[in-house]
């Protein structure tokens, strides 16, 4: 008898080899109160995506402009409010130029796609999946450096035989949540005529005494032959992302940029709320000073427990706890105990490495901190039964 064709069996094979392993991920459908638990999960470092300032902007913003921008920027999408934001994420970052995108992973393609086409480029392993697959976008000959390694990076740009080159690289590092050599990294790209390319995601409204970014901290802003990449959805409580650079950066990826040119523009809620974060930021600059107390604090108490972490140049506190399962067990046990913790396994961090990524807060108080230690306790405990 012929046999049926089962075009999906591979599928459901490979979900079940996933789910062994340990690695199946499931959706889950938070709620406004997100059960009442402290959150160590998300990326709002500030506390701004619930601040009645943010809320307001958007609300305003909508009703003006309506829910959606309607089209790709190039079209209808671009409205006044995006060139407001633009304007002012210049100011505050100290850049020559600015380009609103929809995501942030939108600008990383953007950026990265077009400005190393045709170009050697040289990506960091620590990169954000963003980066990994913008590079795989460029369709450039890509090599990976190891982690914070600037002798491979000028080894890798002294030995191109491309005519141009691009260095890509985060500022903080998305779990591990250090900080990668700037100044060092800037130095090799002068000395070998490279461009660098720095994702600002997890330190705009974090690194510096006013939240200005890692780039900015390192006294490169006005480098032009640095760009910059940001997220709009993580310190500034919105959405969207942005690339910040010299004007001959922004007008190749306004024509070139895919991930621009075929994509609909940020909702206008979305921009207002952004430029509402940007003037807070302004306004309270000892912001983030608070979130580097706070993970400062965090990666104190895992130590003290026992727990592997590293020191955080930002929000980002990792737990290391080796196997998937152990770091699945540990958001559990948080959970049991109050704390929402994200939980990260392969491909998201390399095997051996699953871990628990603990993001810190402004606006964690101590009774919080004190909720987050029986927490950790629980999760040391565990760690020593298994």
């Given at each position: 008898?012929?046999?049926?064709?089962?075009?999906?069996?591979?599928?459901?094979?490979?979900a079940?080899s996933?789910e062994?392993a340990?690695?199946?991920?499931?959706?889950?459908?938070?709620?406004?109160?997100?059960?009442?638990?402290i959150?160590?999960?998300?990326?709002?470092?500030?506390?701004?995506?619930?601040?009645?300032?943010?809320?307001?902007a958007?609300?305003?913003a909508?009703?003006t402009?309506?829910t959606?921008?309607?089209?790709?920027?190039?079209?209808?999408?671009?409205?006044?409010?995006?060139?407001?934001?633009?304007a002012?994420?210049?100011?505050?970052?100290?850049?020559?130029?600015?380009?609103v995108f929809?995501?942030?992973?939108?600008?990383?393609?953007?950026?990265?796609?077009a400005?190393?086409?045709?170009?050697?480029v040289?990506?960091?392993?620590?990169?954000?999946?963003?980066?990994?697959?913008?590079?795989?976008?460029?369709r450039?000959?890509?090599v990976?450096?190891?982690?914070r390694?600037?002798?491979?990076?000028?080894?890798?740009?002294?030995?191109?035989?491309?005519?141009?080159?691009?260095?890509?690289?985060?500022?903080?590092?998305?779990?591990?949540?250090d900080?990668?050599?700037?100044a060092?990294?800037?130095a090799?790209?002068?000395r070998?005529?490279?461009?660098?390319?720095?994702?600002?995601?997890?330190?705009?409204?974090?690194?510096?005494?006013r939240?200005?970014?890692?780039?900015?901290a390192?006294?490169?802003?006005?480098?032009?032959?640095?760009?910059?990449?940001?997220?709009?959805?993580?310190?500034?409580?919105?959405?969207?992302?942005?690339?910040?650079?010299a004007?001959?950066?922004?007008?190749?990826?306004?024509?070139?940029?895919?991930?621009?040119?075929f994509?609909?523009g940020?909702?206008?809620?979305?921009?207002?709320?952004?430029?509402?974060a940007?003037?807070?930021?302004?306004?309270?600059?000892?912001?983030?000073?608070?979130v580097?107390?706070r993970?400062r604090?965090?990666?104190?108490?895992?130590?003290?427990l026992?727990?592997?972490?590293?020191?955080?140049?930002?929000?980002?506190?990792?737990?290391?706890?080796?196997?998937p399962?152990?770091?699945?067990?540990a958001?559990?046990?948080?959970?049991e105990?109050g704390?929402?913790?994200?939980c990260f396994?392969p491909?998201?961090?390399?095997?051996g490495?699953?871990?628990?990524?603990?993001?810190?807060?402004?606006?964690l108080s101590?009774?919080?901190?004190?909720?987050?230690?029986?927490?950790l306790?629980?999760?040391?405990e565990?760690?020593?039964?298994?």
């Open positions: 008898m012929e046999q049926t064709p089962d075009p999906l069996a591979r599928f459901r094979a490979a079940a996933r062994a340990g690695l199946k991920r499931t959706l889950r459908a938070r709620t406004p109160d997100d059960d009442g638990l959150d160590l999960a998300s990326n709002d470092y500030l506390g701004l995506a619930r601040d009645e300032r943010l809320m307001e958007a609300i305003a909508t009703r402009w309506g959606g921008s309607t089209g790709s920027r190039l079209v209808t999408g671009s409205t006044a409010l995006h060139a407001r934001l633009e002012r994420l210049c100011a505050f970052a100290e850049a020559e130029g600015s380009l929809s995501s942030g992973y939108l600008a990383n393609l953007a950026a990265v796609a400005l190393g086409k045709d170009a050697l040289v990506s960091e392993a620590g990169n954000h999946a963003s980066i990994v697959d913008a590079c795989r976008l460029s450039s000959r890509v990976v450096t190891p982690h390694d600037v002798t491979a990076v000028e080894k890798a740009l002294a030995d191109r035989h491309e005519d141009h080159a691009i260095v890509v690289t985060d500022a903080v590092f998305s779990v591990d949540g900080l990668a050599p700037l060092e990294l800037h090799a790209t002068v070998q005529d490279a461009l660098l390319v720095v994702d600002e995601a997890h330190s705009i409204g974090v690194i510096g005494p939240g200005q970014g890692a780039v900015h390192a006294g490169l802003a006005a480098e032009p032959g640095v760009v910059r990449t940001l997220t709009l959805s993580k310190s500034l409580g919105s959405q969207g992302g942005a690339v910040l650079g004007p001959e950066v922004i007008q190749t990826l306004v024509d070139t940029g895919r991930s621009f040119i994509d609909t940020l909702a206008p809620g979305s921009v207002a709320a952004a430029l509402a940007v003037d807070i930021l302004h306004n309270q600059p000892e912001l983030p000073g608070y580097r107390t993970a604090e965090l990666a104190s108490m895992a130590r003290e026992g727990l592997e972490t590293n020191d955080p140049a930002g929000a980002v506190v990792p737990i290391v706890l080796g196997p399962e152990a770091a699945l067990r958001a559990l046990v948080c959970a105990r704390v929402r913790a994200g396994r491909p998201s961090v390399p095997v490495r699953s871990c628990l990524r603990l993001t810190a807060r402004a606006n101590s009774d919080d901190l004190a909720v987050i230690k029986g927490a306790t629980a999760v040391a565990m760690k020593v039964t298994m």
